[in-house]
């Protein structure tokens, strides 16, 4: 990504000519480029980074996705910053949940919490043409800043609205997941999303259809379960069922 215009670079980059750029002195770089989409999942890196365990217990890309092979790539990034980088207010595709650690360098998060308001606010922001001039935590109440550091791991939950900055040239593994502690703002995401007409390369892939694999896992559970827990599927069921609704009356549209 460009960070002065924050849109994709069409420079046609070879992993030689990014290191070489890397590699170039702060001073003598023309622009700033962020490396922030190299997704890794299936290839002999994958193999030498494991995602923190809470991760692996619950993502629902390894525990409800049937087939290995063509399971959405969204586990496993490679983020690659040089100093002055900085990539603006947004929310992970899906509502998804982020894990993300620091191998070298630095790097500031700014958060925003997931409230109706600030949702609201940030999807005015984010539908407007001033992005660049008009700083979204100076519209909200509250705007949190967390520094990371080498060996630093964090955690972002569904929904938390974020900008990132990087003080130094920094090396970052990370990756989305998707589970069942947060549906109601995973689906929150996802509507808010077709509402804004994302386009689906940046949405979480085959969202709905995950959906439908974990609709079929809930309704396996429903057997011999508490109650108060059937009850509380059958609500995140139907809210899932509105969405997709939603979807489809957005598509027709």
Sequence with gaps: MEVGSQRNSKAGWTLQKWVEYYNTPAEEREKIFNVISLEFSGTPLARKVLSPQIVREIDWIDHVWPSPRS???????CLMGVQ???????IDFGG??????VVNGQKDFFFIPPTTQNLSIYKRWANGHSQSRNFLGDHVEQCYKVSLFPGNTLFIPSGWIHAVYTPEDSLVFGGN?????AVNMQLTVYTMELSMRVKPRFQFPMFERMMWFVAEKYQQRFRNVDPQVATAIVTDFISFVRVVRHALATRAA
């Design 96 to 101: 998804t949940s982020v894990w993300y650690h």
């Design 71 to 77: 399971k959405p790539r969204v586990q496993k990034y």
């Design 84 to 90: 002055d980088s900085y990539t603006d207010f947004h």
């Design 177 to 181: 997941f998707i589970h069942e502690h």
